[in-house]
Structures are given as structure tokens and as C-alpha cells.
């Protein structure tokens, strides 16, 4: 863009600068000529972008020639009379002929056939110009489409890690419930295997109980028919004393009241055997009672027991599967951020690059037009004595044009003052002529070489100033372009930092609400868990009390209170340690001494 906009205004110097050369010509045809002459030659020369200076040089020779010019002479058009004076024969016009056609064949074919036109210049320059930016731009977008192309492969890369990690923790914790079935079965099994095997015991102690208490029984039965057999032949036998003894009572009678004595002494014998055989019967009754339902309580309490058992495994799985959730969540969490930083490392080392690269092109580009600028003035210096050799020379030929119309002039005015001059007086008029023309052509020659001396200082002045001035036009557009670029990268940095902090924090708001929704189900989860263990409870509970309900009711059906059953059973039961000695019925109520009513006998 800079060098566009240096041959902008290279173009419209020229443009001036010649425009000013063809104004600043004398009336003879030639000096516009010679004008636009230089005037290519400097173009030609590729002094681009000279500037004022040069315009201002130019114009100003120009306009000192024809101030030479007309100085005491008038156009070669004027229609007022002039006075002709005697002048050298067509000597001076050939010799000044000579010497303007010598000037152009040196001068304007050698300059012509270097010359290249501005549109040519401009047009290179911008090609060049549009070659470097293309260049630029297709470095650019290559740069794009390689840092697209990289996130892009980053992306891919984290969402296949992301899909893996994800079906490695849903296999692990199917594996983990799988697990925890596998388990609950087990001790579901264990705990039926339990109940099952407690029954079957409960069972066999019952029926072991039974036994001993009928064997003892049996026993007790057979030593009170031995003793009823014993005391009724002692009964018997001192009855029979006694009745012989009474010698007043008759045989008969005797033998009646004897009878009668036996009789109710069977009878009496008869009741205590039933009454023993009740009570013998009401104790296995109440003691199988007393059995069972203790053996149900302690039944119940292994149920009790088991279903503690499975509702503390169940609590401990679901503790388990939450810490599984809770370290899931925390690696899930950590892949998410380890992920983002690559994401965002790879950002930012991209948009590094990309600044280097915008800095490293910005500054090869402020380097080259630095070095274009100074090439440039290189050339102008080493082109500037060439230039003013050629507007010297097109002075010069200014000068000779003017001569070669005052000549002219000088020539019809002599010949117009000796027409009218006596002919003894023309020899005096022609050699006055001549003076005045000598004088004349002097004082024109001294102000030609005045200007060309004030061109020659002016110009090189002018050039000096015109590139210092342009040295810093130029520095200055260059810091102002580089200021321009580290802004806006700078602000293009704070956007991507702006960006990913934002995406940073939309990342930990997700987790939290993650965190926050995991936390919740667990909590809903441990809710209904507590609501069922307490169900489970419940329902063992009512299921307990009703059956000892019902095994009360049946009890109380068949004659036993509840305070009965409650009371310390005198047995020691088959399944206990303590080894008691055996409750046996005590012979007080089975004894014939005590069985008979008081005053029986």
C-alpha cells in the first residue's frame, strides 16, 4: 500500500511538472518540447515520487527563460513596426540550428529509448505489490487451515478419549451392580439356608424334648404304680390285723367292710392316676409351649437379625456405588479440564504463532519499504545529476531558441530602420544594432546562467528536504501501522483470554450442576433406601406379632395364660450349653401318702 500510494503521487508530480514545462515555454514551438523532453526523462529515469521539488525546479526555469525571453524584444507575431539594424549574414542562424539539432540528436534518442511510461511503473509496482500480498494471504490461510486442521485433530482426539473413558466407567460400575446382586443372592440364599436349617433344629430339639419329658413321665407313671401297689398290699395286710383283731364284729361283716375299703381304696387309687396322668400331660403340653415360643422368638430374632444383615450389605453397596459415582464424577471432572487446557494451550500457541508471523511479515515488510524508499533515493541522487544535466540543457536550448528569435527579430528590424536610414547613416545604425544586440544577447546569456545555477542549488536542496521529508512520512506511517497491528492483536489476545475464561467457567458450572445433580440423586436414592429399611422392618415386625399373636390366641384356646407361658421353663432344652439338672415331677404329688384325701383312711 505504500508503494501504491508512492506512485500516486509520483504520477501526480509529473503530471504538474509537465503541464508547468509546457506553460513555462518561450512562444518559439521548440521549448515545450524540450520540456516534456526532461520531463520523460525523469520519469524514465524512475525517480517515482520526487515530488515538488522537482515540479517547483522545473517551473521555475521555465519561467526565467521566457523572462529572458522577452526582455526588450517582442513575439515574433507582434504586428508593431520594428526597426531592422544590420546583422550577421545566415552564418549565426545555421550555427544555432546546428548546435539545437546536435543537442537533440545527443540527448533525446539516448533518453527516449530507456523511458517507461508511469502506467507502466505503477502498473509493475502493483503487480509486485499484488504478488507480496498474495503471497502474504496464502502464507495466512495456509497458517489458518493448519491450526484449523490441528484443533480440529485435538477435538477428535478428546471426544474419542471422552467416549472411551465413558464406556470404561459405565463397565465398571454395570460390573460393580452386577457384583452387588451376585452378592445379595448369595446372602439371600445364605440367609434362607439359615432359617431353614434353625427350623429343622428348632424341630428336632422339640422332638428330643418331647421325648425326655415322656420318658420321665413314663418312669414317674410306673415308680407311682409300683408304690400304689406296695401300699395297698401294706394297707390290705394291716386291715386285715385290724379286723381280726374284732373278735365282737361277724366274718361277714368284716369281710364286707374289707371289701368296701379295698374298693375305695382302687377308687382313690384310680383318681390319682388320672389326675397324675393330667397333670403329666398339661405339663408337656404347657413345657412344648413354653418351647415353641421361645424358639419362635429366637426365630424371629435370627430373622431379625438376617434382615439386618441384608439391609446393612444393601446399605454398604449403596455406599460403595456412590463413592464409585463420586470418584467417576471426579474423573470425568479432571479429563474435562486436563482436555480444555490442551484445547486452550493449542489456542494460544496458535494465536502466538500468528502474532509472530503478522509481527515477522509487518516488520520484512517495513524493512523492504524501508529499503525500497532508500533505493529509491539512491537512484534520485545517482539519477538527480543526470536530471539536471537534462534541464540545463533543455535551458540551454531555451537560451538558443531565444537567440535564434532575436535574431530573427534583429534581422527585420534592420531591415526596416535602413529602409528609412540614409545610406551614409546605415553603417552607424548597423553597428549600433549590433551593440545593443551584443548587449543584449550578453545580459540574456548571464540571467540563463543565473537560473541554471539557482536551478542546480535549489533542486539539490529541494531533494534533500523531499526525501527527509519523505523518510519520515514514511517512519512514521510504518509506527503508526505497527501500532495499529500490536493493538489489535493485543486486543485479539485479550478476546481469546476473555473467551477462555469464559469457557472455563461455563466448564466448572457444568461440573457444579453435574456435582449437584449426582449429589441429589444420592440423596434421594439413601432417602428411599432409609423409607424401605424401615418398610422391610415394619413388615418383619407385624409379621412377628402376629404370629406370636396367633400362637397366644391358639395357647389361650388350649388353657394356658400368657403369664404361664412367660414364666422360666424348668427344663434345659436340648439346644442350650447350661446343663441343669432334669425337672423331674416331684413323687409329693405322686406318692400314696399324699395322693389320698386327708382322713380317706
Same mark, same amino acid.
Given at each position: ?100 539539432a ?20 505503477t ?9 507480496e500480498m ?40 454395570d460390573l ?5 446382586t ?8 445364605k ?14 430339639a422339640?422332638?428330643?424334648l ?11 407313671r ?41 374298693d ?23 413345657e ?5 415360643r ?30 464409585m ?6 474423573k470425568?471432572?479432571? #479429563? =474435562?479440564?486436563? $482436555? *480444555? ?6 489456542? &494460544?500457541? +496458535? !494465536?502466538? @504463532? /500468528?502474532?509472530e ?20 533515493h539512491? #537512484? =534520485?541522487?545517482? $539519477? *538527480? ?6 534541464? &540545463?540543457l +533543455? !535551458?540551454? @536550448? /531555451? ?24 545610406? =551614409? ?10 551593440? &545593443? ?8 546569456g ?21 526525501? =527527509? ?22 486486543k ?15 466448564l ?8 449437584a ?5 444420592m ?50 432344652y ?28
Amino acid at each position: 500500500m505504500s508503494a501504491m500510494h508512492n506512485n500516486s503521487a509520483g504520477g501526480n508530480a509529473r503530471d504538474s511538472m509537465l503541464s508547468n514545462v509546457m506553460m513555462a515555454g518561450i512562444s518559439g514551438g521548440s521549448g515545450s518540447g524540450s520540456g516534456m523532453m526532461m520531463a520523460s526523462g525523469m520519469a524514465g529515469g524512475g525517480s517515482v515520487g520526487m515530488g515538488t521539488s522537482g515540479m517547483q525546479s522545473a517551473g521555475a526555469a521555465g519561467g526565467q527563460a521566457n523572462m529572458g525571453a522577452s526582455m526588450g524584444y517582442h513575439h515574433h507575431n507582434s504586428s508593431s513596426p520594428v526597426v531592422s539594424a544590420h546583422h550577421h549574414p545566415q552564418h549565426n542562424h545555421n550555427h544555432v540550428s546546428q548546435v539545437a539539432a546536435n543537442a537533440v540528436a545527443e540527448h533525446g534518442a539516448n533518453n527516449f529509448a530507456t523511458i517507461r511510461t508511469t502506467s507502466i511503473v505503477t502498473k509493475q509496482q502493483k503487480e509486485h505489490m499484488q504478488e507480496e500480498m498474495h503471497e502474504q494471504m496464502s502464507g495466512y490461510k495456509r497458517m489458518r487451515r493448519e491450526h484449523q486442521a490441528a484443533l480440529v485433530k485435538l477435538e477428535e482426539k478428546c471426544k474419542v478419549e471422552m467416549e472411551q473413558h465413558k464406556s470404561a466407567l459405565d463397565k465398571e460400575y454395570d460390573l460393580l451392580l452386577h457384583n452387588f446382586t451376585r452378592e445379595l443372592d448369595k446372602q439371600s440364599a445364605k440367609h434362607q439356608q439359615e432359617i431353614v436349617r434353625r427350623v429343622k433344629q428348632n424341630d428336632t430339639a422339640e422332638k428330643k424334648l418331647h421325648k425326655e419329658i415322656a420318658t420321665r413321665q413314663e418312669g414317674d407313671r410306673k415308680a407311682f404304680e409300683i408304690h400304689r401297689k406296695k401300699e395297698y398290699k401294706a394297707n390290705k395286710e394291716r386291715w386285715k390285723r385290724e379286723l381280726s383283731m374284732d373278735d365282737t364284729t361277724p366274718k361277714r361283716q368284716r369281710d364286707a367292710t374289707l371289701q368296701t375299703q379295698k374298693d375305695n381304696l382302687k377308687l382313690a387309687e384310680a383318681q390319682e392316676e388320672q389326675r397324675l396322668l393330667r397333670v403329666q400331660k398339661t405339663y408337656i403340653e404347657l413345657e412344648m409351649r413354653k418351647f415353641r415360643r421361645k424358639k419362635m422368638g429366637l426365630l424371629h430374632d435370627l430373622e431379625d437379625q438376617l434382615l439386618r444383615d441384608e439391609l446393612s450389605k444393601k446399605q454398604q453397596q449403596l455406599e460403595q456405588a456412590h463413592a464409585m459415582l463420586i470418584k467417576h464424577h471426579e474423573k470425568t471432572q479432571d #479429563l =474435562e479440564y486436563r $482436555q *480444555q487446557k490442551s484445547v486452550h494451550a493449542l489456542r &494460544e500457541e +496458535q !494465536i502466538s @504463532k /500468528q502474532h509472530e508471523s503478522e509481527l515477522r511479515n509487518q516488520n520484512e515488510y517495513m524493512d523492504r519499504a524501508e529499503r525500497e524508499l532508500l533505493r529509491r533515493h539512491a #537512484l =534520485e541522487l545517482k $539519477q *538527480q545529476p543526470k536530471s539536471l544535466k537534462q534541464k &540545463e540543457l +533543455q !535551458i540551454r @536550448k /531555451q537560451f538558443r531558441e531565444t537567440c535564434k528569435t532575436q535574431t530573427i527579430q534583429y534581422k527585420a528590424l534592420k531591415r526596416q530602420i535602413l529602409q528609412t536610414t540614409p545610406k =551614409e547613416d546605415q553603417k552607424a545604425v548597423i553597428k549600433q544594432l549590433k551593440e &545593443e544586440q551584443h548587449r543584449k544577447l550578453t545580459l540574456l546569456g548571464d540571467q540563463y546562467e543565473q537560473s541554471i545555477a539557482d536551478m542546480l542549488q535549489k533542486q539539490s536542496l529541494r531533494l534533500d528536504e523531499s526525501q =527527509e521529508v519523505e523518510c519520515h512520512q514514511l517512519k512514521d506511517r510504518l509506527q503508526y501501522e505497527l501500532d495499529i497491528l500490536t493493538a489489535y492483536q493485543s486486543k485479539n489476545r485479550m478476546q481469546a483470554q476473555a473467551q477462555r475464561d469464559r469457557e472455563r467457567k461455563e466448564l466448572e458450572d457444568r461440573v457444579s450442576v453435574r456435582r449437584a445433580l449426582l449429589e441429589s440423586k444420592m440423596e434421594t436414592e439413601l432417602q428411599q433406601f432409609n423409607q424401605e429399611r424401615a418398610e422391610r422392618i415394619r413388615q418383619l415386625k407385624e409379621k412377628h406379632d402376629k404370629q406370636l399373636e396367633a400362637f397366644d390366641e391358639e395357647s389361650a384356646r388350649m388353657g394356658f395364660s400368657a403369664l404361664a407361658l412367660a414364666e422360666a421353663s424348668k427344663e434345659t432344652y436340648p439346644d442350650e450349653e447350661a446343663s441343669l439338672s432334669g425337672s423331674m415331677l416331684s413323687l409329693a404329688h405322686s406318692n400314696s401318702s399324699t395322693s389320698f384325701p386327708a382322713g380317706s383312711l
